[in-house]
T-cell receptor, first 115, second 109 residues
Framework: DAKTTQPPSMDCAEGRAANLPCNHS???????VYWYRQIHSQGPQYIIH???NNETNEMASLIITEDRKSSTLILPHATLRDTAVYYC????????????????FGQGTILTVHP | EAQVTQNPRYLITVTGKKLTVTCSQN?????MSWYRQDPGLGLRQIYY???????DKGDVPEGYKVSRKEKRNFPLILESPSPNQTSLYFC????????FGPGTRLTVL
C-alpha cells in the first residue's frame, strides 16, 4: 500500500469548512484513498473513500487531484464533535498475503475545532 | 442499527487468568479482524478471518487465539494474559471499508 503524508495538526473554527490534505505520491492505479477518523480512544470511524473522482456523502467530501498524488478531505461545517485524529489511507483491493485486509494507520492529522 | 459491538468495554484482570473479549456484527460481513492499539505503535492487526472457519494470523498474534464458528461472532481469547497485553483492542468487520467496534480497554496486572 502507498505511503501517505499528512500534517500533524490543524485548527478550524466551528461552523467553518475544515480542509485536511493528504499526499500519496506513490499511489498506484488500483489503489483507493480512504479516510477514517478516531475520536479519543473510540473505534476508528470510516468517513469516505474514492478512486479518482470526487466523492461526497453525508459526512464529508473527498477531492482527489487529477494525477491522484494528493487528496483533500472536506468537512463542510465543522463542529466541536469533529475534533479527532484523521487518517488518510491508501490501499488496493487485491492486497493479499499475511495480515490480509490489514489497515495501516499512520500518524494522521489532529484536527481541533474550536468555538 | 448496523454496528460492531464488543464486550466488555473495560476489563482489569490479573496475569494468567483466561479471558475472552467478544465481538459481534449485524451486517452479515464475511471478513472480521482484531487490532490492538498502543501509544506510539498505532493499530496492529492480531488476527483476521476471511469467513466462517477461515482465520489467520496478523502482525502480532502471539498470546492470542480466535475462533469463528458463526459469521456474526469473532471472539478474541487470551489464554494466559500477561501485562504486555495491556492495550486498547478493536474488532472490525468488512474489508472495504472496515467498520470498527467501540473498543475494549484491557489492563493486565
Amino acid at each position: 500500500d502507498a505511503k501517505t503524508t499528512q500534517p500533524p495538526s490543524m485548527d478550524c473554527a466551528e461552523g467553518r469548512a475544515a480542509n485536511l490534505p493528504c499526499n500519496h505520491s506513490t499511489i498506484s492505479g488500483n489503489e483507493y484513498v480512504y479516510w477514517y477518523r478516531q475520536i479519543h480512544s473510540q473505534g476508528p470511524q470510516y468517513i469516505i473513500h474514492g478512486l479518482k473522482n470526487n466523492e461526497t456523502n453525508e459526512m464529508a467530501s473527498l477531492i482527489i487531484t487529477e494525477d491522484r498524488k494528493s487528496s483533500t478531505l472536506i468537512l463542510p461545517h465543522a463542529t466541536l464533535r469533529d475534533t479527532a485524529v484523521y487518517y488518510c489511507i491508501v490501499r488496493g483491493y487485491n492486497a493479499g498475503g499475511t495480515s490480509y485486509g490489514k489497515l495501516t494507520f499512520g500518524q494522521g492529522t489532529i484536527l481541533t475545532v474550536h468555538p | 442499527e448496523a454496528q460492531v459491538t464488543q464486550n466488555p468495554r473495560y476489563l482489569i484482570t490479573v496475569t494468567g487468568k483466561k479471558l475472552t473479549v467478544t465481538c459481534s456484527q449485524n451486517m452479515n460481513h464475511e471478513y472480521m479482524s482484531w487490532y490492538r492499539q498502543d501509544p506510539g505503535l498505532g493499530l496492529r492487526q492480531i488476527y483476521y478471518s476471511m469467513n466462517v472457519e477461515v482465520t489467520d494470523k496478523g502482525d502480532v498474534p502471539e498470546g492470542y487465539k480466535v475462533s469463528r464458528k458463526e459469521k456474526r461472532n469473532f471472539p478474541l481469547i487470551l489464554e494466559s494474559p500477561s501485562p504486555n497485553q495491556t492495550s486498547l483492542y478493536f474488532c472490525a468487520s468488512s474489508l472495504y471499508p472496515q467498520y470498527f467496534g467501540p473498543g475494549t480497554r484491557l489492563t493486565v496486572l
